[in-house]
């Protein structure tokens, strides 16, 4: 496919936009006077993009989408309060650029930072933290895993052996973190249940450490979302906020992000839970246009590194999926074109906003 062949990101967006949300577009008026901060903050977390981000490469397009500045304009564009993604190691002029964009917009910016895994990366680490602070963010989200567990590990004995090079990760941290009195928010991404991660942070013990909320995935190891938001809400410093739809397959289930208000999580508990916890929490909006995932809780593998989950846990997904399944299979977005995913991306953040604004402002 040609350059000239691409329907452009912007295009797309503009379409899509006018289409779901030409009234909240409409309503920002001025680029440069900052509205007045809407109470919860609905902001989009970077990976909203990744469809956009690949037609801007294909596209040999630059700055792209996956440029902090350009994130940051596209996101207020369309109408959210806010944005969470990597801003990188920039320079002093590139990062007072975004901090005025968000700052004379009322916007907030939140960083997206991989936590360092050995002594050799900590000094990347901090000039990320640096970056972060000079636009404007007050704390990063990280991830410490690789993968997700069920995937990446084959026994109880590798996944041991991440935990440990996970809070080993947390530990080399945790200095930088207190020492420019910055917060890192460390995301449920698959990775650990909710005893372990609370464990783990517990043994931390450090006010500079939380939790980067994210309402969807703990489904995938067979935990209760309700109750995963209720135990990780005290420590909740920031939110990627999703909705989910499931469908059974041979081998467990299948696991889709979608728009908000169209999946089987309960969001005005969530948001209500977690605002009750932190009243001043950032919802980013992660709803991820892509394959659906699969979920292979019928297979050893799968329960290799759970042996001890109870199967009554089991059964509560399987009875929850089972209810909660659609009639229709699950889009398959890679059997579309490149401009037919950005189309599809868009409506579904310019949906989720939409319905975040109308039914969430709880």
């Known amino acids: 496919m040609g350059n000239r062949e691409l329907v452009t990101r912007r295009q797309v967006l503009r379409s899509a936009a006018g289409a779901c949300g030409a009234a909240a577009v ?33 596209a040999g397009r630059t700055p792209g989408i996956s440029d ?13 309060d806010g944005i969470q993604g990597p801003l990188g190691i920039r320079d002093a002029a590139y990062a007072s650029e975004l901090r005025r964009f968000a700052e004379e917009r009322g916007l907030y910016v939140e960083a997206s930072i991989a936590a360092p895994h ?9 000039k990320e933290v ?39 990760s947390l530990e080399l941290a945790e200095p930088v973190a207190r020492r420019h009195k910055f917060r890192l928010a460390v995301e449920n991404h698959k990775d650990q249940r909710v005893p372990e991660r609370l464990d783990l942070l517990k043994r931390l013990g450090s006010e500079h450490l939380g939790i980067c909320v994210d309402v969807g995935n703990s489904f995938a190891l067979c935990e209760d979302p309700l109750e995963v938001v209720r135990a990780y809400a005290p420590l909740a410093w920031t939110v990627h906020l999703k909705d989910q739809a499931v469908r059974e397959s041979e081998d467990g289930f299948l696991f889709a992000d979608a728009p908000l208000g169209r999946g089987f999580l309960d969001l005005s508990a969530i948001v209500r839970l977690l605002r009750t916890a932190n009243p001043a929490i950032h919802f980013n909006i992660e709803v991820m246009t892509r394959d659906p995932l699969r979920v292979p809780v019928l297979t050893p593998k799968y329960w290799a590194t759970m042996p001890d989950v109870p199967a009554a846990e089991l059964a509560r997904t399987l009875r929850t999926v089972k209810a909660n399944a659609s009639g229709q ?23 989720s906003l939409a319905y975040a604004r109308e039914h969430l402002r709880v």
């Open 26 to 58: 409409g309503a920002l008026g001025s680029t440069t006077a900052a509205p007045e901060r809407r109470s919860p903050a609905f902001g989009l977390a970077s990976n909203v993009f990744d469809m956009g981000h690949a037609a801007d490469v294909a």
């Open 68 to 80: 902090p500045l350009e994130f940051l304009k596209e996101s207020h564009r369309l109408g959210a």
């Open 118 to 126: 050995d002594a050799a990366t900590v000094e990347r680490f901090e």
């Open 130 to 168: 640096l970056t972060a602070q000079a636009a404007g963010a007050q704390l990063a989200r990280t991830v410490i895993f690789p993968g997700r567990r069920y995937e990446q590990f084959n026994s109880s004995a590798d996944f041991a052996q991440a935990s440990q090079r996970a809070a080993r």
């Open 329 to 351: 299979p699950l889009s398959l977005l890679s059997n579309l074109s490149i401009e037919d995913r950005v189309a599809a991306e868009t409506r579904n953040i310019s949906e």
